[in-house]
C-alpha cells in the first residue's frame, strides 16, 4: 500500500498542533532585553524561568486567524501582486515574450547556457545586497511559465528566483537586515570582513547554479523525472497555444517596458529608499493601472482580470497565515527563549571549529521557529557574542554562523515565504521538500567547510 502523503495544509496544521502540545511540557522562560541605539536587545545573563503558559485547544483553533492578522501585510502583498500580475498576463505581452525567448533558446546556445547562471547570479545578489526576499514571490509568476517553455519544469521556475535569492540572503556580503544588524549588535564595525564574505556568496551561488542547471538539463532529457511532471502538464495544457500573432507588437513591448521599469524602481526603492511590501504592493497596483490603460484593457476587463489573480492566490494567504500561527503559539507560550537558552551548553567544544559549527546548526533549529534575519539577529546575537568569545570563536565567525542558518529556510515549513512561493507554484510542500533534501545536504557540508577557515585565521 503506498504511504499517502497530507496536503501542505493538513502538514502545517500538524505541525501547529505539534508545538502547541509542546507548550505543555516545555517551561516558560525569558530574557530581559534593554534599549541600544533604537533597538530592543537580550541580556545574556538575564534568563529566568517565567509562568508557563501552555496553549489548549482554543489557542490552537486561534492561531490561524492570529497568524492572518499579524502576517496581513505580506498576505495583502500577495493578493495585490497576483492581481497586477493577472492584468499584465490579460494583454498577452508576457506570454509572447516568453515565447520568444522560447525560441531564441532553441536556436542559441548561448541563451541556453547563460540562462540559468545569469537569473539566479541576479536574485542572489538581490539577495546578498538589499536583503532580497519577500520580493522574490512575483517573480514565480514568470519563471514557471518561462521554465515550461523551454523545457524544464515548475520547480526549475521556482528554484531560479526563490533558491538564487535565498543563497544571497543566506550568504549575503552587504545585507543591511541580518549582516549589518547582526554585526551592530555584536559590536563588530558593519560590513566589516567583505573579502571573506565574497568567496562565501560565490560559493554559495556557484553550488546552487551548478545544482540548478544539472537537474535542468536531466528533466529536459526525460521530463517524467520530475516530481511536478502531471502538473507541468495540466500546466503546459493551460498555457495559450503558439499561433500566427505570436510576434511581439508594439503594444506588447510597451506593456513589457512598463513592466521592465516596474521591477527596476522597486530595485532601487528597496535600495536607496528603504521600501518595504508597503511600497512595493503599491508599486506594483499602479503599474497593472498603467498596464491595464497602456494594454486597452477597459474596465470591466481589468477589474476581472485583477480579481481572479488574486482569488487564485486565496490559497497562498492562508498557508501563510497557517505558518505565522505557529511562530505565536511558540512566543505566546514563551517557550522561544527557553529552548534558545536550552541550546546554548551544547555549543561548548573542545576546537573552536566544533563550535562555530555547532553555532551555524542552533541557528538552523532556531530559524525554524523565526525566518525574520532581522529578528533573530536581534534574539540571539545578544547571546551569540558573548558566548562566541568563550569557546574562542570570534564574533565576526559567529554572525558567518547565524547568516548560514537561515540557507535552511527553503526547507522549513513553517515560513510564510516558502509555504507562500510553494502554493503560488501550486506545488506541495512535501514535493518540494523531497526534491531540496540533496540540496539542502549540499549546503550544509558546504557551510560546515566554509566555518573552519574563519576559525584557523582567527578571522576578526
Known sequence: ???????????????LALIALATWFIPGGKYDTHLVNGKQLIDPASFHYVESAPQGLVALMKAPIKGFVEAAQIIGFVLVVGGAFAVVQKTDAIDTGIRSIARMHEHSALVRAALIPVFVTLFSLGGATFGMNEEAIPFVLIFVPLALALGYDTITGVSIPFLGSQAGF???????????IAQGIA???VFSGIGYRLIVWVATTSVTILFLMWYAARVKRNPTLSPTYVLDQTRRLEQPA????????????????IFALALAAMVIGVVKFDWYIDEIAALFLSMAIVVGIVGRLGSDNWVAAFMQGAKDLAPTALV????????ILARDA?????MLHGLMPLVQSSHPVFAAQKMY???S???????????QAALTMPIMAPLADLVGVTRQTAILAFQLGELSTPMIPTSGITVGVLALARVPWITWARWMIPLQLIYLVLALVLLVPPCLMQWS
Not at 503558439?242 to 517596458?257: C, E, P, Q, Y
Open 1 to 15: 500500500m503506498r504511504l499517502r502523503i497530507p496536503n501542505t495544509f493538513v502538514l502545517l496544521f500538524a505541525i
Open 170 to 180: 543566506g550568504a549575503a556580503f552587504l545585507n543591511p537586515f541580518n549582516v549589518g
Open 187 to 189: 559590536g563588530v564595525p
Open 242 to 257: 503558439a499561433t500566427g500573432l505570436d510576434r511581439m507588437t508594439g503594444r506588447h513591448k510597451a506593456v513589457l517596458a
Open 320 to 327: 501563510i497565515a497557517i505558518a505565522r500561527g505557529t511562530m
Open 334 to 338: 514563551h517557550i522561544i527563549d527557553t
Open 361 to 363: 546548526l542552533i541557528q
Open 365 to 375: 533549529v532556531i530559524n525554524f521557529f523565526i525566518h525574520s534575519g532581522t529578528g
